[in-house]
T-cell receptor
Framework: SAVISQKPSRDICQRGTSLTIQCQVD?????MFWYRQQPGQSLTLIAT?????????ESGFVIDKFPISRPNLTFSTLTVSNMSPEDSSIYLC?????????????FGPGTRLTVL | GQQLNQSPQSMFIQEGEDVSMNCTSS?????WLWYKQDPGEGPVLLIA?????ELTSNGRLTAQFGITRKDSFLNISASIPSDVGIYFC??????????????FGQGTILTVHP
């Protein structure tokens, strides 16, 4: 499986500011995904990030709030914009495994964000 | 959208006991995945199931893809303290615009008493 790292691992931010989270993979992958895990909750998909095209956002998530970049096959960023305390969550990136129509996903360690 | 109902929400067991948890869905999935998440970590993939009726083992873990494609279970035999954590099921439709999108269950919190 791919080795995935995220930066920062955690941060405490002030309301109204923005934070960019980086996700780095040790091998080229086709698809990268960003998830949010609110305190004590399950994981919810924010968007799918493919290299060379705009990210595809799930219902309830918009590009202005969560802009995503995917400049190459090993890297992606998620920005949480104009933050409020409700954005306090763990943000996780994941990547698809080997090629195939029904594949596995591997997750990074997550970024724990607290907004004051 | 799809909803996954995972049960039980939490379990408190003694070391050495067997554990069983399951997920049911109102929709069909083509892939079922089981993850474990430790505090402060990302989910780690335990078992992947790709075919209806498939039964797969990984050490003390056994999982099955329900024949209706709407459910899956995970069993842990002879639990040990390091089994403590949150277990998530996830379903994937696969194909088309749904490719790669995982829907997660609510999680099962497992506590193992030595």
């Amino acid at each position: 499986s791919a080795v995935i790292s995220q930066k920062p691992s955690r941060d405490i931010c002030q309301r109204g500011t923005s934070l960019t989270i980086q996700c780095q993979v040790d091998s080229q992958v086709t698809m990268m995904f960003w998830y949010r895990q609110q305190p004590g909750q399950s994981l919810t998909l924010i968007a799918t990030a493919n290299q060379g095209s705009e990210a595809t956002y799930e219902s309830g998530f918009v590009i202005d709030k969560f802009p995503i970049s995917r400049p190459n096959l090993t890297f992606s960023t998620l920005t949480v914009s104009n933050m409020s305390p409700e954005d306090s969550s763990i943000y996780l990136c994941s990547v698809d495994g080997t090629s195939g129509p029904s594949d596995t996903q591997y997750f990074g360690p997550g970024t724990r964000l607290t907004v004051l | 959208g799809q909803q996954l109902n995972q049960s039980p929400q939490s379990m408190f067991i003694q070391e050495g006991e067997d554990v069983s948890m399951n997920c049911t869905s109102s929709s069909i999935f083509n892939t079922w995945l089981w993850y474990k998440q430790d505090p402060g970590e990302g989910p780690v993939l335990l078992i992947a199931l790709y075919k209806a009726g498939e039964l797969t083992s990984n050490g003390r873990l056994t999982a099955q893809f329900g024949i209706t494609r709407k459910d899956s279970f995970l069993n842990i035999s002879a639990s040990i303290p390091s089994d403590v954590g949150i277990y998530f099921c996830a379903g994937q439709l696969g194909g088309g615009t749904s490719y790669g999108k995982l829907t997660f269950g609510q999680g099962t919190i497992l506590t193992v008493h030595p």
